[in-house]
């Protein structure tokens, strides 16, 4: 286990040191999907925008005892499209980057940071989306905002292990890619991203509390729409995100070897 | 001083099966070697007790039929595979020519692409300022160079290919082919360009199935077959008939 352990970290430290690499590349990734657009890469703000509107106009007036709401679908939404993106494009990571996997020695931690980095591009503008949303529903800086940026740093740095476990996964189960797609549009609707849990029992019980994803929402939200810090979404999530990252360097260390035989 | 050594090199891995829903299906890889099995799974001996020592100056051509081992024995030795018995000793720096399009984007620019080539090999971005023009010189693209790659005829794109591939400052060059590129005058252009990029490396182990270029460019020639040596020879005179190539 230590062994392994060791090897993972060997192959995230030479990958930490191509940051350049990763860098580039994930910047063109993004500059390629919007290239020939007149947009560019504002498109990603504009179907931010729809999705968010969508919902808050099918569902405000069922919901407009509160005048919250809208920001709550906003961070809401905002996350869970994070979430829902890193997950899906993880599975098939490294079927996607075969070609450099077969003809070069890159670690294999480049390939997620450069899907990290990818997706904090493009959250990027959506978080710009949910910004403006959160002034256009009337809702001024406040102090209590900061308690969400340790939120938003737990997410981030969870990131690469969740896109490092999900990768491993797809790469020796490929039917992952179509299973966990599902799963992740399924989930949208047992998680809290458009509705509120407000003590209701049932499946929304459930779905609120064991929910693994409901902590990653609320360590964003609550401090926005609450000004408080969530003391036990965070605890959670940070066990969420140490376990995780736990089994991603298990994986990347026992496993690293193996994946150049499985592209 | 530019060296290799490989003791009782082997490769064996598991053929995967992976997981899936699906039938089982007979869609199993292999790269090579013989394909055994172990209780009841499918092990590939891609290598088997490969043994030899190169020292500067040496170019080994690496000959055998399909499935020999040749590309096997060429990623083990940059590092893309670990073997899986043995012990491999290289003092040098390697570098390797097996795909020259890897990395190459078709919606940036030549130029921008020989930025992103550069990083993918490791180099500096003082190192890719200075390589900058003498590739964009070697590729006779001239403004070409500031348009997108997948605007560039197929001459054109394997000449930015092959400049930026060969702008390397090798220890240790391995090559699976010889590469070539361009119209003919370029091909001209090139084999000099691989013959300085060869006299310029330590060693060069090329995998070639092109008898009569192993026997003009190398100085031996190591024979595999089902993933095992079956002859290093020496090649008489061979480094004096390379220009010729």
Known sequence: MIAAMNSAVEDISKAMRLHRVWTALAHEDIGDQHRRTTLGPLWMLVNYFAFVGTFVFVFVTKDASNPGYIAYVAIGMLVWFYLNEIIAMSVSLFQREASFIQGTTLPLFVYVMRLTMQCIIRAGYSMAGCVLILFLAGYGFAMGWLFSLPGLLLIIVATPALITVFAFVGVFFPDSEFIVGNLMRVGMFFTPVFWAYNGQGGIQKYAYHWNPFTYLLEIVREPIIKSSFPAHAFAVSSCICLCTWMIALLLLGEFRRRVVFLT | ?245
Not at chain 2, 202 to 226: E, M, P, Q, W, Y
């Open chain 2, 1 to 245: 001083m530019t060296s290799i050594k490989l003791e009782n090199v082997s490769l064996i891995y598991r053929l995967f099966e992976k997981l899936t829903l699906s039938a089982p299906d007979k869609r199993k890889g292999a790269l090579g070697g013989n394909i055994g099995r172990s209780g009841r799974t499918q092990i590939v001996q891609a290598l088997d007790n490969v043994s030899f020592e190169l020292k500067a100056g040496d170019r080994l051509g690496l000959v055998g039929p399909n499935g020999a081992g040749k590309t096997t024995l060429l990623k083990v030795l940059y590092g893309i595979y670990q073997p899986s018995g043995g012990a491999i000793f290289i003092k040098g720096k390697v570098d390797a020519l097996f795909n020259i399009n890897i990395g190459f984007r078709p919606e940036a620019t030549g130029r921008r692409n020989i930025v992103l080539r550069g990083l993918i090999s490791g180099w500096t971005e003082a190192e890719i300022e200075r390589k900058m023009e003498e590739i964009i010189e070697f590729s006779e693209l001239g403004d070409f160079i500031d348009v997108p790659f997948k605007a560039y005829s197929q001459g054109m794109a394997a000449r930015l290919a092959f400049s930026t591939a060969t702008a390397l400052d090798p220890e240790i060059l391995l090559m699976d082919e010889w590469i070539g590129a361009g119209d003919a005058s370029f091909q001209d252009k090139a084999k000099r360009r691989m013959d300085e990029l060869a006299e310029k490396a330590g060693i060069i182990v090329l995998a070639s199935h092109d008898a009569a270029l192993i026997d003009s460019f190398c100085t031996r020639k190591l024979t595999l077959r089902n993933g095992r040596v079956e002859s290093l020879t020496e090649i008489p005179e061979a480094a004096s008939s390379s220009s010729e190539l």
